[in-house]
């Protein structure tokens, strides 16, 4: 199989925060527009100061960062997870780990902002600025439900020649 024979591959940054939940419906939707897979990210570590932890094993932190993977693909999508939709636990920084899988995708999703305060996240600033793909900045609607942002939700997509669909 050649390059141009390659499925587009869109990796989506998923913290369980309603930026991020409506990141994954944002993908999905673009996703059958572009016959892309999608593979929703969520990134883990031990957090500093948890050294002890490590003697005693990091199975608490992976297995937090799997329910919250969980719950935000059951909070986008219910029991109806579209087919190119894929769960994958990577353990690292977010920012890194999304800029080193940036390498291999075509398209990176990322929220707004997700369980901090800043305005423009700090994940999202970084894969803005350091990202090997285009990145889709993609915040919640405030007037939807949690959980409920997203492109059907007041988000505008605009198509390649710029003009909004």
Not at 149 to 164: D, R
């Amino acid at each position: 199989m050649d390059a141009s024979q390659v499925r587009p591959k869109i990796i989506v940054g998923v913290d369980g925060s309603d930026a991020s939940i409506a990141a994954l419906r944002t993908a999905a939707s673009l996703a059958g527009r572009l016959d892309a897979s999608v593979e929703a990210w969520t990134c883990w570590d031990v957090p500093p100061g948890f050294g002890l932890y490590l003697v005693v094993g990091v199975e608490g932190f992976e297995h937090a960062a799997k329910q919250s993977l969980e719950q935000a693909l059951a909070a986008a999508f219910g029991d109806e997870r579209p087919a190119p939709v894929r769960a994958r636990l990577v353990r690292g920084k977010a920012a890194d780990a999304l800029i080193e899988g940036s390498r291999t995708a075509s398209l990176l999703v990322v929220g707004r902002r997700g369980r901090g305060s800043l305005v423009l996240g700090s994940v999202s600033s970084a894969c803005v600025s350091h990202a090997h793909c285009p990145v889709l900045v993609v915040h919640a609607s405030e007037k939807a439900p949690p959980g409920k942002a997203g492109l059907e939700s007041g988000a505008q997509e605009k198509n390649p020649g710029g003009g909004a669909q």
